[in-house]
């Protein structure tokens, strides 16, 4: 790890201001990332500003009908909030098909978001990696690659999103708000979020270097059944081979995001319209124009008999 | 005592400690966290400083330089100690690898330079400022393209014959009316236990005392010895408890060479951990294989045809993986052939996991008997009974001691509800998962080491037993302390037990499954000579001296036991040895494993629902703690069958997926409740002790099981471990 300086910040306006004054600093709050990944000097930040004690963690009614949540609260609490579970059933699913109860207490909404990839080449500082180490290369895409993305990605990466909040957030179109060191803010719809690749896969989504996440808005309450299906090779305590995020009305319309197989949650609202037509025509248009590799192509089979499996469990 | 004909009756038959269910002795230390393991000797030494090991970043070449200016004066840096500095250090006597490298690389991680701070953070940020150059060379790194090349392996201790024969297997084949010749693969697998490698070393003028983490005590004083090339009688290594091993501790790794160096280097005691990340590809692992199995058959099942080639890789100088070893003794036929080839393979070594070949051999041949079976349309574990054999099937004149695999897999059927078993592949549904069941056979073998021991009389009637024996989780602790109690007609609360130290008598140390058998009987032999002192102070006849209760007796005379120690005490050593009782006898242990997994009818996701194992290891000595190493060895095996494998990335060569995270073993909620049955039995021509390790045993056969109920629930028959979803979700039966 290398050195690195630490401040405390109490309020938002503090916490812009601090990243203001230090170029390169990073937020930290949970840590269940970072700290890792500075472990590992994947991460090197000079400055850390901890933002854990803003008043950010608290999740209110939106006045459009939709929850506020706050950039602090915990998965922990956020899967267990009763609003939560009896509206956004998927998002509550899917915080806890993640990680360990240890780490959601630990984890935050907005450091959720923003975990950076488990490709196994981004890990080890040895190897050629775009993501970490702008222009080395990417091992990943003729080496081991079971795990990372069929489609989005570039030449220069295929390191997937490994999260499951987020995929639910997708799916329920969450709004992320956040505030700049000059105090503006700006509400960035998820699906506009994160960034695919193409050249510069070392920038994970459009936050500017002082950008700080305050909230992420849930639009009201959409109705339906909610699924979360996370598919991994053992039953807990792992990253998604696959995993996907449903909404299902009566009518049989609906929404489905898929993780584990893009830098980003993946959804089409033109795969969506298929949804009565059954889950492989749904799979084969979010999937058009996918690239897998040979190690990897079984997600998108996997993709489509997860999606059949989970219809077929709504119709019963 | 040399032990040269079966054991008769004697103390340990009383079984009034030795066979009872006992919770182990240490279990309060390390429940309260005063048991200290080898990173936590923090009142021993005063001042350590801190080593951080650094890995190679290439799998095969050179260094051309390793820039240090940097990193020396980075905050708190003491010393930087590389191969360059410290000049040539040979290899160990039972590993290959070279513990430090440079200038040449034979894999990826290994260590090349050591970093020594006042802090491990100061060491480890120092680390990163290495600037290392290096020449990389070609590598061979896949072993299925070296399997053409590969060599036949020279015999040797823990390598037999590159080729056996009996019969004639070739014409035996080729005319056997029913036949099957198939490839099976398993993969590079980790040990993955809970405590990495560390090591505390200080030296004292030319004498080294290490804190250390490994199995085997005295081939770490003869390796370490013969590394840094300094007199045996001046290191001293302590292992009072091990945080796991699984054979990945056996002796001398990086560690503790970097240790010693760093320390001798700084004039400081030193503490190393090797970071998780490094482990997988620094240290050494189970290495991966290529199996081909041929049976042939008689319709109404008898094998007549056993063939077994196989091939693996290792570093120049490696051991190759045996998986020939369970095949040779594991079923009757009379035509037989087996043949080992061996690759060299720039990766990390390959050496001693869990079941060492016999673990990887019976993933293969009972995924082939379970294939047979299905050919011959009979019921898997009826061909298996049918097979048995009571004589070593390469020497008729040379019978099992004891052997009740057929008791094993009867008793295994009739509690696991086997008759329940569909012979149909992917003919039973519950909701949307598919549901099978699978069985396979075990064995592992049982040998016996030469152990000595010490044991103490105190005049408060304590019996302190030591003995360089280590407990690596096993409970080593308590099953010693079972068999001095037992000796001495003592209770537990009266014996103390001090292992892992290399100043007390040499035993075995924990491995190949000889661990509880060998330390054993080493204390038994301690505790005859003790009980004839005993007798001998107290003017007691000595083949009339009973030991019960805390007293001896003799006729009408009775004396506390405390009395024999006098003021001072009284102390016997002895150790045992044996005669040719192993070439008499096969000796091994048995088992039968059944299970039933569900497989998602969708996403083919694979959950083990059920496991029973049923066990025949000669005396249990603590039904306890066996059950604990089945359950575990289950557990492992689940692991081996469904989600354990080191990616090879065969360009760069190494293993890929090298921490936690990717490399998967079972969670909790991978592992449904598994029932252990533990066969009576005693082998009296073992030792006194008249019991068998039982350590290994568990995971042997379970990967086939699990393997084996997978093809009964999907009808997709996967012969490359591990059985992932991906191998079956493009054959997977229409959804219903």
Redesign the interface.
């Known amino acids: ?3 690195f300086t630490y401040e405390r910040v109490r309020t938002v306006a503090e916490a812009a201001a601090a990243r203001a004054r230090t170029p390169g600093a990073k937020f930290i709050a949970g840590g269940t990332n970072l700290l890792d990944l500075m ?3 994947i991460e090197t930040p000079e400055h850390l500003i901890d933002v854990g004690k803003l008043p950010l963690n608290t999740i209110e009614p939106a006045p459009d009908g939709g929850l506020r949540i706050g950039a602090l609260v915990s998965n922990t609490k956020l899967a267990a909030d009763i609003r939560v579970r009896r509206d956004y059933g998927v998002l509550s699913r899917a915080i806890l098909a993640g990680a360990s109860g240890q780490l959601r207490n630990k984890a935050t909404t907005a450091g959720n978001l923003l975990q950076r990839t ?1 490709c ?2 981004f ?2 500082t ?2 050629a990696c775009n993501k970490r180490k702008p222009g080395s290369g990417c ?1 990943a895409i ?3 690659s ?1 795990s990372l993305a069929v489609i989005g990605g570039s030449s220069s990466c295929i390191a997937t999103y490994p999260g499951d909040m987020a995929v639910a957030m997708m799916a329920l179109d969450a709004v992320i708000e956040t505030v700049d060191a000059r105090g503006a803010t700006r509400s960035i719809p998820i699906a506009e979020f994160y960034r695919l690749p193409g050249e510069t896969p070392h920038i994970d989504n459009v936050l500017t270097e002082s950008e700080l996440i305050t909230s992420v808005v849930l639009p009201p309450p959409v109705g339906g059944k909610h699924t979360y ?1 996370k ?9 998604a ?1 696959v995993s996907v995020a449903v909404i299902l009305q009566e009518n049989g319309t609906g929404r489905v995001a898929v993780g584990g197989v893009a830098p980003r949650p993946w959804r089409s609202r033109e795969a969506e319209v298929l949804l009565p037509s059954g889950a492989q025509a749904v799979t084969d248009k979010l999937f058009a124009g996918a690239n897998p590799t040979e190690e990897n192509k ?1 997600k998108l ?2 993709v489509a ?2 999606l ?2 989970v219809l ?2 709504a119709k019963r | 005592m040399k032990f040269t004909t079966p054991a008769g009756p004697n103390p340990t038959d009383q079984q009034r400690v030795i066979g009872k269910p006992t919770s182990r002795i240490e279990g309060p230390l390390k429940t309260t966290g005063q048991a200290k393991y080898a990173y936590e000797y923090n009142e021993e030494v005063s001042n350590p400083a801190y080593g951080y090991v650094v890995g190679a970043g290439i799998a095969r070449g050179r260094i051309e330089a390793i820039h240090q200016t940097r990193a020396k004066l980075s905050p708190g840096v003491l010393a930087i100690v590389t191969a360059a500095n410290i000049g040539p250090l040979r290899t160990g006597l039972f590993y290959t690898d070279r513990l430090l490298a440079g200038p040449t690389i034979d894999h990826y991680h290994q260590a090349v330079a050591i970093v020594v701070a006042e802090t491990f953070e100061q060491a480890r940020a120092a680390a990163a400022l290495l600037r290392i150059d290096y020449v990389r060379e070609e590598g061979a790194f896949d072993l299925a393209a070296g399997k053409d090349s590969a060599q036949a392996p020279p015999a040797g201790p823990f390598s037999p014959p590159a080729e056996t024969s009996v019969g004639d297997f070739a014409t035996a084949f080729a005319s056997a009316p029913v036949t099957l010749d198939e490839t099976y693969t398993t993969p590079d697998q980790s040990h993955a236990m809970m405590e990495p490698h560390a090591t505390m070393a200080s030296w004292d003028g030319d004498r080294l005392t290490c804190w250390c983490t490994i199995q085997q005590l005295s081939w770490g004083v003869r390796d370490l010895a013969h590394i840094l090339d300094v007199p045996a009688a001046n290191i001293r290594l302590i292992s009072s408890y091990i945080g796991g091993g699984f054979g990945g501790k056996g002796t001398v790794l990086s560690d503790l060479v970097a240790a010693a160096l760093a320390a001798r280097a700084t004039g400081r005691p030193v503490k190393v951990t090797l970071q998780r990340p490094l482990i997988f590809n620094n240290t050494i692992h189970r290495p991966a294989t290529i199996q081909r199995i041929r049976l042939g058959a008689t319709p109404d099942g008898k094998l007549t045809a056993i063939g077994h080639e196989s091939w693996s890789g290792n570093l120049r100088g490696g051991r190759t993986e045996t998986t020939i070893a369970s095949t040779r003794l594991m079923y009757a036929g009379a035509n037989r052939m087996t043949k080992l080839r061996l690759a060299i393979l720039d990766l990390a070594e390959g050496s001693a996991m869990r079941a060492p070949g016999e673990a990887s051999g019976m993933m293969a041949l009972e995924i082939a008997m379970d294939e047979m079976a299905e050919k011959l349309a009979m019921d898997p574990v009826e061909f298996r009974i049918i097979n048995d054999t009571q004589v070593d099937p390469e020497n008729s004149a040379r019978p099992f001691s004891t052997r009740l695999l057929v008791e094993c897999l009867k008793t295994g059927a009739e509690r696991f509800g086997w008759s329940q078993h569909n012979a149909t592949p992917a003919a039973v549904r519950e909701g949307q998962w598919l549901v099978g069941m699978g069985v396979a056979s075990a064995i592992r073998g049982a040998p016996v080491m030469p152990c000595a021991a010490r044991v103490r009389l105190d005049r408060n009637g304590i019996v302190t037993v030591e003995t360089d024996m280590t407990d690596i989780g096993t409970g080593s602790y308590t099953i010693i302390a079972q068999t001095a109690a037992e000796m001495m007609g003592i209770g537990l609360d009266q014996v103390v037990v001090k292992l892992g130290d290399s100043i007390f008598p040499v035993s075995p140390g924990s491995a190949g499954q000889w661990g509880a058998a060998s330390a054993t009987s080493g204390v038994y032999a301690a505790c005859v000579k003790l009980r004839e002192a005993v007798a001998t102070a107290l003017e007691l006849p000595v083949d009339e001296a009973r030991f019960e209760d805390g007293r001896v007796i003799a006729g009408d005379r009775s004396f506390p036991l405390a009395d024999a120690a006098g003021a001072e005490e009284l102390v016997a050593e002895d150790e045992m040895t044996y005669g040719d009782l192993g070439r008499q006898y096969a000796r091994d242990t048995f088992g039968a494993h059944f299970v039933e997994v569900g497989v998602h009818q969708y996403t083919g996701e694979i959950r083990v629902r059920r496991m029973l194992a049923v066990a025949h290891a000669g005396r249990i000595l603590n039904p306890t703690a066996a059950r604990s190493q089945m359950i575990g060895a289950m557990t492992m095996g689940v692991g081996a069958a469904l989600m354990e494998k080191m990616e090879v990335d065969t360009r760069v060569g190494f293993f890929v997926n090298h921490d936690l995270a990717g490399y998967e073993v079972p969670v909790h909620a991978d592992i449904p409740h598994l029932d252990v049955v533990l066969l009576e039995d005693s082998d009296p021509t073992m030792s006194p002790m008249k019991a068998k390790g039982i350590g290994e045993l568990g995971i042997v056969g379970v990967a086939a099981a699990i393997a084996n109920a997978v093809y009964n629930a999907t009808g997709v028959r996967v012969r490359d471990y591990p059985v992932t979803l991906d191998k079956l979700i493009d054959k997977l039966p229409v959804p219903a």
């Open positions: 790890m290398k050195a472990k590992l000097q488990r196994p080449y890990y080890d040895n190897q091992a003729e080496g081991s079971r299906y598919v991994r090779d053992r039953a807990s305590y792992a990253f081979l079984y089979t996997l008999r997860t059949a499996g077929n469990e």
